[in-house]
């Protein structure tokens, strides 16, 4: 069972940047697929971003390609999540993310545990 904390989120003003991380403990993060996932107030949790056991393969969610970039350091057990052009509607908790498999996870249903999550708040 991999354990995952998340850091980086916080307030930032649209078309800001930020940097997500998240350190996952135990010896299954090198071998998981893995990725970002989101809630806003009042709404469902989402797919957000996946990567890949090896990190060569990505997915993401139509709302933030092309402005969200998934990486991995599996020397590290970490996993990353870069947002620039940071829109209001972008607004959300945060959540990393363990896939059911070592493939890049592409759907809410792929994902098998996750941390407890980091805030980000974007003022427009």
């Known amino acids: 069972q991999v354990q995952l904390v998340e850091s980086g989120g916080g307030l930032v003003q649209a078309g800001g940047s930020l940097r997500l991380s998240c350190a996952a403990s135990?010896?299954?993060?090198?071998?998981?697929?893995m990725g970002w996932l989101r809630q806003a107030p009042g709404k469902e949790r989402e797919f957000v971003a996946g990567?890949?056991?090896?990190?060569?393969?990505?997915y993401y969610a139509d709302s933030v390609k092309g402005r969200f970039t998934i990486s991995r350091d599996n020397a590290k057990n970490t996993l990353y999540l870069e947002m620039i052009s940071l829109k209001p509607e972008d607004t959300a908790v945060y959540y990393c993310a363990a896939a059911l498999g070592t493939y890049a996870p592409s759907r809410i249903f792929d994902f098998r545990s996750w941390g407890q999550g980091t805030q980000v708040t974007v003022s427009s």
């Open positions: 135990g010896r299954s993060f090198s071998m998981s697929g």
């Open positions: 990567i890949n056991w090896s990190g060569n393969r990505q």
